[in-house]
């Protein structure tokens, strides 16, 4: 196997555990909080975890499903922060997992060619490698902060790490 070939695996790779790992924590988030809870507003310009959900979905669907898996994309961005406390916790983690996924299986599929392709996505002309680091490194993003405002509800740690001695 050459170079580049091993490369590739290992961004592939790479992304899809960070992928896999920001889905669970949320998961996790998710079953700490109450529906009620999912649509709080930290402040007046704050993001409530719902909407930060509907985004990351958006944000994934731009970045890896339309851009590189190169599928037409109808993203609203605008529509992700409006209210949405009528959807309800399940529907929105399934449809973050069915998202996560179609990503995966996107990525799998990614030739050399498709990761150094430029495209245009929103203002930004990006290789398929700048699209998967965009859609990783805002995916870790959102469930930072999904994380922070779980334990200001909650005011509990949240176990991401329980039982594993990461010294």
Request: with cysteine; hydrophobic share 35%; proline share 1%.
């Amino acid at each position: 196997m050459e170079l580049n070939e091993k490369l590739i695996i290992e961004l592939k790779k790479n992304s899809i555990y960070r992928i896999e790992e920001n889905l669970r924590m949320i998961l996790i988030c998710f079953d700490k909080i109450t529906e009620k809870e999912l649509w709080n507003l930290p402040s007046k310009k704050g993001v409530s975890i719902g909407n930060q959900v509907i985004h990351i979905v958006g944000n994934m669907t731009q970045y890896i499903i339309s851009s590189i898996g190169e599928k037409e994309c109808n993203r609203e961005r605008d529509k992700e922060f409006e209210v949405h406390s009528e959807i309800p916790k399940s529907s929105l983690i399934n449809e973050l997992s069915f998202i996560i996924k179609e990503s995966i299986e996107t990525i799998n599929k990614l030739s050399i060619e498709n990761l150094i392709k430029v495209r245009k996505v929103q203002v930004y002309s990006l290789s398929g490698i700048g699209c998967l680091i965009h859609a990783v490194e805002h995916f870790s993003y959102h469930t930072g902060q999904i994380a922070v405002l779980t334990k200001n509800i909650t005011n509990s740690d949240l176990g991401f790490y329980e039982g594993i001695d990461l010294n």
